[in-house]
């Protein structure tokens, strides 16, 4: 129990688009997700907490015009990366809480690679 | 906001022999703190944690210490094996909904 997935697991793009990565809890209902993200040989830094029904809440410096975020359902949010630029390229993680792990634990999806170039 | 330092940044030790990494964090209000163990290009997997309320807990070869009064909690591996080589992220929270902060992250290498 408490699957998360997120796709597409690694995407390329171009320079200036846009690209949206969702994030799915398979077998449970998640009120809260958050998003990552992690350059290499660096730690996880979020980005952001996602709450259903709700505004997404950013954190310090990032800017929230440039990396969308939607939660409409209790099983999916999607981050939408817009105008992505070289410096977007990272790996981004999405994990949720499952009630069924109790208050504290996060589940974590497999990440999506995405390089701009 | 909450602050999280992790120690060392590499650290490599022999087979069978044992691995210690250090965290501190600044927020008391902080009540839970897990640890994760990544491997290259996958998500982190959650190998221990431990609450507030509790000083120590173990898994098998894994150990979680937690010193409340100084901020300060530690990841033991004993009997280390060559599969134990990952980087290790110490990571807290006050739990619910709030978010995790994580450390810098250890890379663990274990030499045969």
């Known amino acids: ?117 | 906001g909450e602050n999280v330092e992790q120690h060392p940044s590499t650290l490599s030790v022999q087979e069978g022999d044992s691995a210690v990494i250090k965290c501190t964090y600044s927020d008391s209000a902080s009540n839970y703190f897990p640890w994760y163990k990544q491997e290259l290009g996958k998500r982190p997997q959650l190998i221990i944690d431990i609450r507030s309320n509790v000083g120590e807990k173990k898994d098998q070869r894994i150990a979680v210490t937690l010193n409340k009064t100084a901020k300060h909690f530690s990841l033991h591996i004993t009997e280390t094996q060559p599969e134990d080589s990952a980087v290790y992220f110490c990571a807290a929270s006050r739990g619910g909904a709030q978010k995790l902060v994580f450390g810098q992250g250890t890379r663990l290498t274990i030499n045969p």
């Open chain 1, 1 to 117: 129990g408490a699957v998360v997935s997120q796709h597409p697991s690694w995407v390329i793009c171009k320079s200036g688009t846009s690209v949206k990565i969702e994030c799915r809890s398979l077998d449970f209902q998640a009120t809260t997700m958050f998003w990552y993200r992690q350059f290499p040989k660096q730690s996880l830094m979020l980005m952001a907490t996602s709450n259903e029904g709700s505004k997404a809440t950013y954190e310090q410096g990032v800017e929230k015009d440039k990396f969308l975020i939607n939660h409409a359902s209790l099983t999916l949010s999607t981050l939408t990366v817009t105008s992505a630029h070289p410096e977007d390229s990272s790996f981004y993680i999405c994990s949720a809480r499952s009630p069924a792990g109790g208050p504290y634990e996060q589940y974590f999806g497999p990440g999506t690679r995405l390089t701009v170039t």
